[in-house]
């Protein structure tokens, strides 16, 4: 049974980081492409960023690009998404999702909700004074 379980939110201050966490069981990272996405009260869900399992290339949104990256550990089936200078608007329900890579390309596409298969719960991140 696939399962991702992320970890790792929390209340931060602004300019601060987190570390979110996102581990998998039931898959084999290098036949996936893993995303993270997040929902701010009254939005809708967005795309954040993603990654391929097999090579690692990657994909940002514009809203947090040279601030967050994304990266895997195959080893241990997990990605995680560090989150540096964060701002009140990066607060949101931030859960991570898997796809098999032959139905995503590590582009734009891969930021878009209705191509995931597979979602995990979300963990809250809250950046606040």
């Known amino acids: 049974q696939l399962q991702l379980v992320e970890s790792g939110g929390g209340l931060v201050q602004p300019g601060g980081s987190l570390r979110l966490s996102c581990a998998a069981s039931?898959?084999?990272?290098?036949?996936?492409?893993l995303g993270w996405f997040r929902q701010a009260p009254g939005k809708e869900r967005e795309g954040v960023s993603c990654?391929?399992?097999?090579?690692?290339?990657?994909f940002y949104a514009d809203s947090v690009k040279g601030r967050f990256t994304i990266s895997r550990d195959n080893a241990k089936n997990t990605v995680y998404l560090q989150m540096s200078s964060l701002k009140p608007e990066d607060t949101a329900v931030y859960s991570c999702?898997?796809?098999?890579?032959?139905?995503?390309?590590?582009?734009?596409?891969?930021?878009?909700?209705?191509?995931?298969?597979?979602w995990g719960q979300g963990t809250q991140v809250t950046v606040s004074s």
């Open positions: 990654i391929s399992g097999r090579d690692g290339s990657t």
């Open positions: 999702a898997a796809v098999p890579r032959s139905f995503m390309y590590v582009q734009a596409m891969c930021l878009s909700v209705s191509r995931y298969a597979y």
């Open positions: 039931g898959l084999t990272l290098d036949y996936f492409v």
